[in-house]
């Protein structure tokens, strides 16, 4: 279990995740998202005479 070792007043900005980088250091990097998914076209059949 991890114990707290200093409170940061940082202020967080949505869309970011915040991490302890290789050096030490708090860092942010933006979140990926997935795209939306794309509806299909709608194809109307002609009659045929």
Known sequence: ???KV???RIK???GYLYFI???GDISKAKMARG???KKKK???KK???
Do not use: Y
């Open 35 to 37: 795209g939306k998914k």
């Open 6 to 8: 200093l409170k940061c």
């Open 42 to 44: 709608v194809v109307k």
């Open 21 to 23: 980088d290789k050096q």
């Open 1 to 3: 279990m991890a114990t």
């Open 12 to 14: 967080k900005e949505p």
């Open 47 to 49: 009659k045929k005479k």
